[in-house]
């Protein structure tokens, strides 16, 4: 058993939120995101373009996407797309 | 002129107080089209080399796009381009009416050269200037000077002025618009109109920008929107402006901390885009763009109840936010206000308080240096005070309101380390560790301005997905980024259209060429160029001036301090490969970081090359 932290980053329309989530040593992201019910996911299963998954502050896409596999520890956070300001 | 332009410019000389109408050059246009391009283009051809940025020789471009006051969206903007006071040539703008309602009163832009001899300001109307007495505003808040002049004037009219840091030469002093709300914030341009005794610039028209070709611009403008609308960030920028981004950046270690020391901050959380979003009582924006982006705060308990004010932007919230290690966001608000009304920007002053509150903390300033008791990470009330020093010149103020960098030359006691400046420059809202094209562009730039070079290539993947971290290839990206955002910015554009890819090149182009009717202007590949062209200008302008690789540079904190945060964990910028990589990329000299003869003939720059034979 490992233990990840979900942090999710609001907008106008969602709340933010920070939670611990207790996984199998094998899963992966993809598996992380579909036990968490958010509706990020485009019908096809990939990521809706308008959100963005951090693994330890990296793009998951500069990972290994859905299949990169979570170590304990590891901080997740789900955010909007955003550039600058 | 087809359309686009006005035709017409204006040169004020202060010091003989004569105002002359000049009609506008085809060749200027075709070669720089406008906004940013122009003023690069006139301030390198005006400014001599050696010039002191606060002496009457300077001047100050203050310019429009072609597609500013057009229907095309995001273009509402006006530039300032100057000889800057950290010494580079650097163009700073803002958003608002002031733009649309410069050519409205029929000028493309305004040449403002010598200096006043007592507090004036410009009086634009329809087709005239006049050269009016200041006197009475002088020392006056920018929000409350702007509402005299226009009382005096029309009610209906466009302000653009300095407050009290300006007029005491505060070197990051900025130049008010809007209302007070907007900034042309970076660079000094404040300072430089105090220097000159130019309180402020009213405009009021009640003329047209014709277009081209209406037809194909409705079209041009229809598509425009859509592809806006289609965009993944669209809805959440619309609705919080940038404050949808502070917590994110935090996230992905690209917001630094404590002036760059990147250590984790306690109840980050209150910069939640929804919790952000509780203050804002209305929601406004610029002509012209659906965007939207603006909004007004109001607070309504605590010590800072009944402030009401516009939102502090992504890079205010950072400057009074993680940077000074504050998470109270009412006192975010007012800071960004008491730095609006006083007219400085709010990223350079965010930047200096930080550097005084890491002094203190190393014991290299003693409190009674600093003249305020507890100056310590966090405590804004402290800040406050600090910053009115600052504006005023007052005791440490003095020294501080020149900048990091040369505050560190006169304190000495190895102060230097923690200044966080590139070319005299402070650093904005971004950390260069965590997303290396985006540092490169800073590095490498005549003025490392805040918003050139977001690369939305590293953070969103748009147009292609570049690894944040990696070195290889970053030349390519930084070269892309700042091509761009200067031919967007020539155009008119706000930064954000290239920051966030809400258009393409072909939009532009279309756009461009349905305003204007000029053919060129048709084809993307010559907006890149023009891009180019602006580029390799302000650098050979930094060329002149003696400035090579050395000055392309980065504080020893980015370069030798890896992240301790576990966002972007152990990063460190890797200065000098990236360097000869993005030298490469521009076709410049590796060895001195001036670009070759070759390069400047390509871009149509044979005078250049010339000239800049006698530095290399």
């Not at chain 2, 209150?270 to 603006?294: D, L, R, S, T």
């Not at chain 2, 965010?350 to 008791?373: D, H, R, W, Y």
């Not at chain 2, 440490?396 to 190895?414: E, H, N, S």
């Not at chain 2, 890149?528 to 002149?544: D, H, K, S, T």
């Amino acid at each position: 058993m490992i233990t990840v932290t979900v942090k999710l980053i609001g907008d106008h329309k969602r709340k933010s939120a920070t939670f611990s989530v207790n996984l199998n040593k094998e899963q992966s992201l993809g598996d992380l995101l579909k036990s968490l019910n958010l509706e990020i996911f485009k019908e096809d299963g990939g990521l809706r373009p308008d959100m963005v998954v951090i693994i330890n502050g990296k793009n998951a896409h500069f990972l290994n996407g859905l299949n990169t596999k979570l170590k304990h520890g590891d901080v997740i956070v789900i955010m909007p797309i955003v550039v600058g300001g | 002129m087809k359309g686009g332009y006005i035709g017409k410019f204006l040169r004020v000389d202060l010091t003989n107080r004569k105002v002359a109408i000049k009609e506008l050059e085809e060749s200027l246009v075709l070669n720089y089209v406008g906004g940013r391009g122009v003023g690069v283009k006139i301030i390198y051809d005006e400014v001599k080399p050696g010039t002191n940025p606060l002496s009457p020789d300077n001047k100050l471009v203050v310019s429009t796009g072609p597609l500013t006051g057009t229907p095309a969206q995001s273009c509402s903007r006006i530039f300032i381009t100057s000889k800057s006071v950290p010494g580079g040539v650097h163009t700073t703008s803002s958003g608002g009416p002031f733009g649309p309602q410069l050519k409205a009163a029929g000028f493309d832009y305004i040449i403002i050269e010598g200096k006043a001899d007592k507090p004036t300001f410009l009086w634009i109307y329809d087709g005239k200037c006049e050269l009016k007495d200041a006197s009475h505003v002088w020392g006056v808040f920018t929000k409350e000077a702007s509402e005299i002049l226009k009382a005096e004037t029309d009610s209906k009219a466009e302000v653009m002025c300095i407050g009290p840091a300006g007029e005491k030469m505060v070197h990051f002093a900025s130049v008010m618009t809007n209302d007070g709300f907007s900034a042309c914030g970076r660079g000094g341009m404040g300072a430089i109109m105090g220097s000159k005794n130019l309180k402020a610039i009213v405009v009021r028209g009640t003329g047209k920008v014709n277009v081209a070709n209406e037809e194909e611009m409705r079209e041009a403008v229809r598509e425009q929107i859509e592809l806006y609308k289609k965009h993944p960030s669209f809805e959440g920028f619309h609705n919080l402006g940038t404050s949808l981004v502070t917590l994110a950046f935090y996230e992905i270690g690209h917001n630094p901390t404590f002036n760059f020391r990147q250590e984790e901050i306690r109840n980050v959380e209150i910069f939640a885009p929804e919790n952000i979003g509780k203050y804002v009582v209305k929601h406004y924006g610029c002509p012209n763009c659906i965007c939207g982006c603006k909004k007004i705060m109001k607070i309504t308990s605590g010590p800072f109840s009944g402030v009401m004010w516009d939102m502090p932007e992504y890079e205010t919230q950072w400057a009074f936010g993680n940077n000074i290690g504050n998470t109270n966001f009412e006192s975010i608000i007012v800071l960004g206000m008491l730095c609006d009304e006083y007219g400085m920007d709010t990223i350079s002053t965010g930047s200096v308080i930080a550097f005084t509150m890491e002094l203190c903390e190393l014991g290299i300033l003693s409190k009674s240096e600093v003249g305020i008791p507890d100056l310590h990470w966090g405590n804004y009330e402290a800040a406050i005070e600090l910053l009115r020093k600052i504006a005023l010149r007052e005791g440490i103020g003095g020294v501080l309101a020149d900048g990091v960098m040369m505050a560190a030359q006169k304190i000495g006691r190895g102060a230097e380390k923690y200044a966080m400046q590139i070319k005299g420059l402070e650093l904005a809202a971004y950390d260069p560790r965590a997303a290396k094209a985006h540092g490169l562009s800073w590095a490498t730039l005549s003025a490392p301005r805040h918003s050139i070079g977001w690369s939305k290539h590293e953070i969103i993947g748009l147009p292609e997905k570049v690894d944040p971290y990696l070195t290889e290839g970053k030349g390519r990206i930084a070269k892309y980024n700042q091509d761009e955002s200067a031919f967007c910015e020539a155009l008119g554009y706000c930064i954000m259209v290239p920051a966030f890819y809400f258009a393409t090149d072909q939009q532009h182009a279309k756009l461009a060429y349905a305003a204007t009717g000029i053919k060129q202007f048709k084809d993307p590949k010559y907006l890149w160029l023009v891009g180019e062209r602006i580029i390799n200008l302000e650098r050979a302008f930094g060329v002149r001036e003696g400035w090579d690789r050395k000055q392309d540079t980065m504080p020893q904190r980015i370069v030798k301090e890896p992240i301790p945060r576990k966002a972007a964990h152990g990063q460190v910028f890797e200065l000098e490969k990236l360097l000869d990589d993005y030298y490469e990329a521009r076709g410049w000299d590796k060895k001195t970081g001036i670009p070759t003869e070759e390069k400047l003939r390509e871009l149509g720059l044979d005078d250049v090359a010339k000239e800049l034979r006698k530095y290399r």
